[in-house]
């Protein structure tokens, strides 16, 4: 009956689930506070006290249990709202209880809803003090009597039990020395039942970190697998395409941070086994041209790449950017999107069979199964978080040895996450921007300040700039944001109506080929100002751009800022980034203003998002498995996480199968816990 209901409500099957049902907090009967020194500004607090007059209040949906608990100080009132029956019982009015719980004030006077309750058992002077566990329950659990203290009694007698034979050490023996950690079955012991809180937090720092340790240990033998048994086409060489492009064609001198992912992908290809490398580069850091040589790479060496981009736009803009850089060189490069002619199409189609086409530039087109390649080679998906697994699986099984994949994305994503999400991928970052790049400045104004802002746009657009003006797409609200956009549309609108100026607008609901002609009239000079929607937030090239005005900054993420930010400051110009709310913000999203005023670090961004919101909800990372810890956090336990992926590397690259006898148990616990996160490849 117990066990049936533990496993519905928390989903604890085996005496492993409940040793790692852990508790949340503990009490320390010895801290009681005084009623009396409850404030407003009291959180949680504990007391003990005489329970006097209990009542049933109130009448159907206010209905209510309410009781006093008078210490020597003062009066506390308890109140129930929900199984008012069942604590009624369990309540003697004149006997001692210990109380915990939120507090607040009602009518004045504090008080507790919902308290957790006990008979209060004065602590011993002298005697052994247990700091007492109380564990994450549900009310259902609580109406079987199972409440987050009765929880600890059941881990207790399990403890009791397995004295006798306790389960086994995962962590190799000369680990757990060299980083001076208690034993497992130790670390349950104490995580439960601690004897002091410095007790509690060693125990729980060795269950972070073989949590954390077997996570990285798994990605490290998944990696290495891959590296060792994965099929590969091999690019040999550099040859006369590369050579011939990097020395009379290339427009800078590339940085330091392009050369060394060049390296990489160079290295990696070479090998014979399949690449799978994300590279993650902020905004404006140079990826495309990094993708171009990789493309020359393949073609030297006889294979044909393709490149796939989120929106046709950025299809359009890839396909122009390349060809014009391409274009005294004999390769063959065209572009494939849904709006490609019938005629044009099959034409492509054509070519990319026969071989004479050696670079394919498009959309989700490209994934279609009509598309086949003689030699697909090299496969580049530009902004992956876009994209979803599947669809790129798509492109790797157009050729018999999968492609080699590399995935670019401008969402930095911060090392911890990184490490968690991705340790099983070949990673490279691009932390260095090209030179000669001015910061951009940002500024927070309230929307009454809009007239001015709109002056400070036109002193710009005088001196020959262009501006873009961002609306939010608010996904639940289509129409909502559509009505916004056209309605900042007209204002601005009304605020250049001089013949001179000219405005694009870009937005979700446009069909294809218009949005296309108002973004081409932008991207040429034409118009000075483009009014969108969030349409143009990836990868958007306008050098001339030297403002980024952004209305309702408030309904934007920190991630979204920063990359609809990084529209600007592409050219040699002083660029501006102004951030319009109105008056009424909330705390989070003044945090986010403050930060994107602060920093034009996209990787700092990223740590303060990762804070803000949790790993769940970045954007651009996998919603794997990898993330799902018990205890640890990788916001909080950074430190414990480079540890742990430090001794992961070390150990794998020792026994690569764990086959060493102080790994066995290691192996044997990763078998018997099979990890059902997707991980592995990214294509
Ligand atoms: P992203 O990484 O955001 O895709 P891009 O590849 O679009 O960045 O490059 C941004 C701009 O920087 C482009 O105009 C590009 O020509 C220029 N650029 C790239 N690498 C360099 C470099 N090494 N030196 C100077 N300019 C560069
Ligand atoms: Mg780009």
């Known amino acids: 009956?117990?066990?049936?209901?533990?496993?519905?409500?928390?989903?604890?099957?085996?005496?492993?689930?409940?040793?790692?049902?852990?508790?949340?907090?503990?009490?320390?009967?010895?801290?009681?506070?005084?009623?009396?020194?409850?404030?407003?500004?009291?959180?949680?607090?504990?007391?003990?006290?005489?329970?006097?007059?209990?009542?049933?209040?109130?009448?159907?949906?206010?209905?209510?249990?309410?009781?006093?608990?008078?210490?020597?100080?003062?009066?506390?009132?308890?109140?129930?709202?929900?199984?008012?029956?069942?604590?009624?019982?369990?309540?003697?009015?004149?006997?001692?209880?210990?109380?915990?719980?939120?507090?607040?004030?009602?009518?004045?006077?504090?008080?507790?809803?919902?308290?957790?309750?006990?008979?209060?058992?004065?602590?011993?002077?002298?005697?052994?003090?247990?700091?007492?566990p109380v564990y994450p329950t549900t009310e259902k659990l609580k109406a079987k009597g199972l409440n987050g203290r009765q929880l600890g009694k059941l881990t207790f007698t399990l403890l009791e039990a397995l004295k006798q034979d306790p389960p086994q050490e995962n962590l190799p023996a000369d680990l757990l020395k060299r980083l001076k950690l208690m034993s497992r079955w130790e670390a349950y012991c104490n995580v439960h039942f601690p004897q002091s809180a410095d007790e509690h937090a060693a125990a729980l720092k060795r269950l972070k970190f073989e949590e954390l340790f077997v996570a990285q240990v798994r990605m490290q033998l998944v990696k290495l697998q891959r590296h060792h048994s994965s099929r590969g086409v091999v690019f040999e060489k550099v040859g006369d395409y590369f050579n011939e492009f990097y020395n009379k064609h290339l427009p800078f001198t590339l940085t330091g941070a392009q050369k060394r992912v060049l390296k990489e992908i160079r290295t990696d290809t070479a090998r014979g086994h399949q690449m799978n490398r994300l590279l993650q580069g902020d905004v404006g850091s140079g990826k495309t041209i990094v993708a171009l040589l990789a493309m020359l790479l393949a073609a030297d060496n006889g294979f044909q790449s393709c490149m796939m981009a989120p929106t046709e736009i950025l299809a359009q803009q890839h396909y122009n950017g390349l060809s014009a850089l391409l274009k005294d060189m004999p390769i063959g490069i065209r572009l494939l999107t849904g709006s490609t002619k019938t005629a044009e199409r099959k034409e492509i189609l054509q070519q990319l069979q026969e071989g004479s086409l050696h670079m394919l530039v498009g959309t989700h087109a490209v994934i279609e199964d009509v598309v086949q390649f003689k030699q697909l080679g090299l496969a580049i998906v530009d902004e992956q978080h876009r994209f979803g697994v599947a669809q790129r699986a798509k492109l790797w099984q157009k050729a018999a040895i999968p492609p080699h994949v590399l995935v670019m994305t401008a969402t930095p994503i911060p090392r911890t996450l990184a490490m968690t999400a991705y340790g099983d991928l070949d990673y490279s970052v691009m932390d260095e921007l090209p030179p000669g790049r001015q910061p951009i400045t940002t500024v927070h104004r309230n929307e009454h300040a809009r007239f001015k802002v709109m002056e400070f746009v036109r002193d710009e657009i005088t001196k020959g700039r262009q501006a873009y003006i961002i609306y939010p797409l608010i996904e639940e609200s289509e129409k909502l944001s559509y009505e916004d956009l056209m309605q900042g549309y007209e204002q601005v609108k009304s605020y250049f109506p001089e013949p001179k100026y000219h405005i694009s607008m870009v937005h979700g609901r446009m069909p294809n080929d218009q949005k296309d002609v108002n973004m081409q009239r932008f991207v040429q000079g034409d118009t000075q100002i483009m009014v969108s929607t969030t349409v143009i937030e990836v990868g958007v090239n306008v050098p001339n751009a030297s403002v980024m005005v952004i209305e309702s900054t408030e309904k934007f993420g920190l991630s979204q800022l920063h990359q609809l930010r990084g529209r600007v400051g592409r050219g040699a110009e002083k660029s501006f980034c102004i951030l319009l709310t109105g008056s009424k913000v909330s705390n989070d999203a003044k945090e986010r203003i403050k930060i994107m005023c602060a920093t034009n670090d996209g990787f700092k961004i990223a740590e303060k998002d990762l804070e803000l919101r949790g790993p769940g909800d970045i954007a651009g990372t996998r919603q794997s498995g990898a993330l799902n810890f018990k205890l640890a956090s990788i916001v909080n336990d950074k430190p414990l996480l480079e540890a742990a992926k430090k001794y992961a590397e070390i150990v794998c690259e020792e026994d690569p199968d764990l086959s060493m006898a102080k790994n066995l148990q290691l192996r044997k616990y990763l078998q018997s816990h099979k990890h059902q996160g997707n991980w592995s490849k990214i294509s």
């Open 1 to 132: 009956m117990r066990a049936d209901m533990l496993k519905k409500e928390l989903e604890i099957f085996t005496f492993e689930d409940l040793l790692e049902h852990f508790p949340n907090r503990h009490i320390d009967k010895t801290k009681v506070s005084r009623i009396a020194d409850i404030t407003p500004e009291t959180d949680f607090i504990q007391v003990a006290g005489t329970l006097q007059h209990i009542e049933v209040m109130g009448e159907k949906r206010g209905k209510r249990l309410v009781a006093q608990l008078r210490d020597a100080s003062g009066v506390l009132e308890l109140a129930w709202f929900q199984g008012i029956h069942w604590v009624q019982k369990g309540l003697q009015p004149g006997m001692e209880y210990l109380v915990f719980g939120r507090t607040g004030f009602f009518n004045g006077k504090p008080q507790i809803v919902h308290p957790e309750i006990e008979p209060f058992t004065p602590v011993k002077a002298g005697g052994k003090i247990f700091l007492d």
